[in-house]
Structures are given as C-alpha cells and as structure tokens.
C-alpha cells in the first residue's frame, strides 16, 4: 500500500510539473505574439494602422480621390502661423546667435545631441518648464486604434501643469489626457516634437508626430466634450 501511495504521489508530481511546463511555455508564445504584434513608427504597418483608425498622414487622399476636411478652425491656425516669433527678431536674434545656431545643428552628429544643443536654441526661454516634458512614453493613455501600437513617446511634448486642471476632470479623463502614471509630469499634451539626427529618417519623425498629434487632438477634443 505504502508503495502504490507512492507510485500515485510520484505520478501527481509528475503531472504538475509537466502542468507547469505547459503553462510557462504558452505564457512565454503569448509574451512572444504580444511583443511581435506591438507596432512602432519604424513599422511599415503603422501607418496603415493609423490610416484604419481614421488618422491620416499629410496630403492623404480617400479611395474616390476626395481629401480630407480641412479642420474648422484653419483660417485662425494659418494666423497664428503666419505670426513672427518674437524671439527671432533681429534684435533679440542677433547675427552670432544664428552662427551659434548653425555652429550647433553642424556639430550635432546624433539624435540625443540635437535634443541638448539645437532644440534649446529654436525654443528660446521657457516661461514654465513644468508644462514640458519628453522622452517619456504615454503608457496611461488609451490605445488610440486597436491597442496594437506602442505608446506614443515623443521626443519632446508641451502640456498644463496637472493642478491647473480640477483634480475630478483628471480622474474622468485620466486615459485620455494624461500620458503617464508620473502624475506630476504635464498633462493634455497639446504640442509634439519629433527630432531625428542627420542619418535619422525623415518618415519615421512623419509618423511619430502624426501619432502625437493625433493622441493629443484626442486630448483637446475630450476636454471639450467633458
């Protein structure tokens, strides 16, 4: 009897552990399939994952050869385009400074170097640095098509401070206006910088500021709603 009880154990045990075994490999196929399926910018499919979720790339153009509607604020966006940035004028822009510049954009070799020493250069002085943040991905907000791209993760995003908006507002919308469980980082990401090196790709950056952008329309238009 003591050995039958023994054999009936070892057999249980052995039942677990091929059990277990099972378990991790579909656990280790599902985190493979999962991984493989998550599509980035540098992706070929990206694009068209974005054009299936209604977000199109610029000059798109509709199967009939019709275009998307221009947006109904265009007049008042091509305004405030056309505006000179006071920091570039010619008294506060001097002739060095553009030598500065141009000095800075030739020595910078690298994605990283053009973030530190050309882009500090274009934004001039920051008046809040709390409403600006980047290189930190918008893991909090909710797929924006099919939950099969990477969050989004701009090189650089401006936002609102998180106070400047009522704590109950930020709980309702939390999937759609705050990019990060970092709660002190800014919030309803509005405007999006994509920079890439000398060798980088200028599709990718196209890519990766339509995402943005489109997460941060998103942003605005839920706002509005609320």
Not at 29 to 53: A, E, V
Not at 70 to 76: G, I, K, Q, R, T
Not at 195 to 221: E, H
Request: aromatic share 8%; charged share 25%.
């Amino acid at each position: 009897m003591s050995s039958g009880r023994g054999s009936s154990g070892g057999r249980k045990h052995e039942l677990a552990s091929v059990s277990a075994s099972v378990s991790r490999s579909r656990q280790s196929t599902y985190n493979t399939t999962t991984s493989s399926r998550s599509s980035g910018p540098y992706n070929r499919n990206f694009q068209q994952n974005l054009i299936d979720g209604g977000v199109f790339p610029n000059e798109y153009e509709y199967p009939d050869g019709s275009v998307p509607e221009m947006p109904v604020s265009w007049e008042e966006i091509k305004e405030r385009l056309a505006a000179r940035c006071p920091s570039l004028s010619p008294t506060r822009f001097t002739d060095q400074d553009f030598k500065n510049f141009k000095r800075a954009d030739a020595h910078a070799a690298k994605e990283k170097q053009v973030i530190s020493s050309v882009i500090p250069i274009i934004e001039a002085c920051i008046k809040d640095a709390r409403c600006v943040s980047g290189g930190i991905p918008f893991t909090n907000l909710e797929p924006l098509t099919n939950g099969t791209l990477s969050p989004g993760n701009p090189d650089i995003y401006y936002g609102a401070r998180p106070e400047q908006l009522d704590r109950r507002v930020r709980d309702d919308l939390s999937g759609l206006i705050i990019p990060s469980t970092e709660e002190n980082l800014p919030i309803l990401p509005n405007f999006f910088l994509a920079v890439k090196g000398p060798d980088g790709s200028l599709a990718v950056a196209g890519r990766q500021a339509t995402y943005d952008g489109a997460l941060g329309a998103r942003a605005m238009r839920s706002l509005e709603g609320y």
